[in-house]
């Protein structure tokens, strides 16, 4: 069973910058998918970012361009890097690991952007 912990959301203005960070409570390996998905108000679930080693990211079309996601497989930790941030981008952040067909969620962590 694998636990992850997300941090980092909170409250920023539009065009603002936020990093979230997830921590996995089991060694994370680069041929596993890991990434962050969203979910906002009356939405579904949507994929904002992923990676896995020999592939390059793949990104949602909404956040392409202005999120970065990376790893550090050492540390057991996922990032991602959030800039010119957009009202629509507000939503609970879920980090996702999926391994042996299994995706494994966190419990999520709250961005809101407004003025």
């Known amino acids: 069973q694998v636990q992850l912990v997300e941090s980092g959301g909170g409250w920023v203005q539009p065009g603002g910058s936020l990093r979230l960070s997830c921590v996995a409570s089991e060694t994370i390996y680069s041929g596993y998918w890991m990434g962050w998905y969203r979910q906002a108000p009356g939405k579904e679930r949507e994929l904002v970012a992923r990676i896995r080693s020999g592939r390059d990211p793949d990104y949602g079309d909404s956040v392409q361009g202005r999120f970065t996601i990376s790893r550090d497989n050492a540390k057991k930790m996922v990032y991602l890097r959030m800039n010119r941030l957009k009202p629509e981008d507000t939503a609970v952040y879920y980090c996702?690991?999926?391994?042996?067909?299994?995706?494994?969620w966190g419990k999520g962590t709250r961005v809101t952007v407004s003025s």
């Open positions: 996702n690991d999926r391994r042996d067909g299994i995706n494994y």
